[in-house]
């Protein structure tokens, strides 16, 4: 049972960047998605979430106020993969990235460094 993240990389302020969470072990498409981050010195922050897939309203998306707008999370049950697409960068978005599912589930994070 795993969760393991990619994608992260060092972009300009306004760029963007597509983070993957790969995950195995578990019914992936019975369990509903985060991404945390967590920027050096403070605490870890939750910034998006989606539903199980066996919500018959669809994938219920949901974003904290800093991110909203600008980042969007998706998931390919086929591909037991959840996506964060992070679009107008921001130097203040620099911060570790994880993935998270089931409560307890981490991934070991990928690095996002917004930098000119």
């Known amino acids: 049972v795993r969760l393991v993240e990619s994608g992260g990389a060092m972009v300009q302020p306004g760029g963007s960047l597509r983070l993957s969470c790969a995950a195995s072990?578990?019914?992936?498409?019975?369990?509903?998605m985060k991404w945390f981050r967590q920027a050096s010195g403070k605490e870890r922050e939750w910034i998006a979430a989606?539903?199980?897939?066996?919500?018959?309203?669809?994938?219920?998306?949901n974003y904290a106020d800093s991110v909203k707008g600008r980042f969007t999370i998706s998931r390919d049950n086929v591909k037991s993969t959840v996506y964060l697409q992070m679009n107008s960068l921001k130097p203040e978005d620099t911060a570790v990235y994880y993935c998270?599912?089931?409560?307890?589930?981490w991934g070991q994070g990928t690095q996002v460094t917004i930098s000119s």
């Open positions: 998270n599912s089931r409560g307890d589930l």
């Open positions: 072990g578990f019914t992936f498409s019975n369990y509903g």
């Open positions: 989606i539903s199980f897939s066996g919500d018959f309203s669809g994938d219920i998306t």
